[in-house]
């Protein structure tokens, strides 16, 4: 007899689950990063993060729950040109985001002594892109997606970027997680599958580890000796009016490339069909979330 496996999560149970892990994390995590460095990364990426994930997932059908399944080679190309687009729009939009912060709380440069540790390169892109990337959006992509569908495609992609976001405990860091967390979000729900999601999240971490050990100094030196730099007398406005031209043209080509992928992919998902009727959002299974930001904010003081 064929036991029947439901295709969505429990709101509340995932709420829940997020909420613990983010006490797991705040208390024995980063302790476990800051002390065992890489395989610290590795530690609580699996047990934290991608163990639970896959545990509750196996309360349902785990394939369908994390959408594993097969993208075409053409969907993937699209994915990572879309990521290397997008990336100059979320530089900007984070820059915008920190310089307005800074005029409420003290802005604190981000530690970079490990990018800068003499260590094989293949080490970050092992444990600081391809293992993050996994785990990360099996658990925030695949299971917090598949539980937030009941409410809508639109409100999975938010939520889930949301707690994506709170979820990295750095006021300083948030609104790049929770754009990167958007974009992560529909790449799953416009392809129907996870590869998509894990690929977009790989790349970008690929980038930002190439570009903060060997480019972002040389890239500062040459653009200070551009003309156009000189011409208007501040390196920082200049790199502002070259991330809104870029972001520009960045934004309208994502628009179109997302769209194709989309269409490119409508025939090979299912219909979605909404498993009950919702006429409204039911608090009650939000209060995690709500302890969630309460948690935030109070670890933000302590720490900041």
């Keep these: 007899m064929r036991t029947y496996k439901k295709k969505n999560l429990n709101v509340m149970s995932v709420n829940s689950l997020t909420l613990v892990l983010a006490i797991i994390f705040l208390t024995i995590g980063f302790n476990i ?3 065992f460095s890489f395989w610290g990364t590795f530690i609580t990426e699996t047990l934290i993060v991608l163990l639970p994930a896959l545990l509750i997932s ?3 059908d785990v394939k369908e729950v994390l959408k594993i399944k097969k993208v075409s080679f053409k969907s ?3 994915t990572i040109i879309l990521v290397v687009l997008i990336y100059p729009v979320i530089l900007l939009l984070n820059g915008v985001f920190l310089s307005l912060l800074s005029n409420f709380i003290e802005y604190k440069n981000f530690p970079m002594e490990i990018m800068l540790q003499n260590v094989p390169i293949l080490n970050y892109l092992i444990f600081m ?3 993050p990337a996994i785990c990360e959006e099996i658990f925030f992509r695949g299971t917090l997606t598949n539980a937030y569908n009941v409410y809508g495609e639109r409100f999975a ?3 889930s970027a949301l707690v994506f976001a709170l979820f990295h ?3 300083q860091n948030f609104i790049a997680p929770f754009l990167l967390g958007l974009l992560f979000a529909s790449l799953i729900e416009y392809t129907g599958s ?3 999601a894990i690929v977009a999240h790989f790349i970008n971490n690929v980038i930002a580890v190439l570009t903060a050990r060997y480019l972002n100094e040389r890239l500062f030196d040459f653009l200070r000796q551009t003309k156009f730099s000189r011409e208007i007398g501040s390196l920082e406005l200049s790199i502002i009016i070259i991330l809104v031209l870029l972001s520009i043209f960045s934004f309208i080509l994502s628009r179109f490339i997302l769209k194709s992928l989309k269409e ?5 998902k299912e219909v979605k069909i909404r498993y009950r009727d919702v006429e409204g959002i039911d608090l009650f299974n939000f209060v995690p979330l709500i302890a969630l930001v309460i948690l935030y904010f109070i670890y933000h003081y302590i720490v900041f």
């Design 33 to 35: 990063q800051e002390r």
């Design 58 to 60: 196996s309360t349902g």
């Design 76 to 78: 993937l190309g699209k």
């Design 129 to 131: 892109c391809l293992v």
């Design 157 to 159: 992609i938010i939520v």
């Design 169 to 171: 405990f750095d006021i």
């Design 194 to 196: 996870i590869i998509p």
């Design 264 to 268: 490119e992919n409508n025939k090979y």
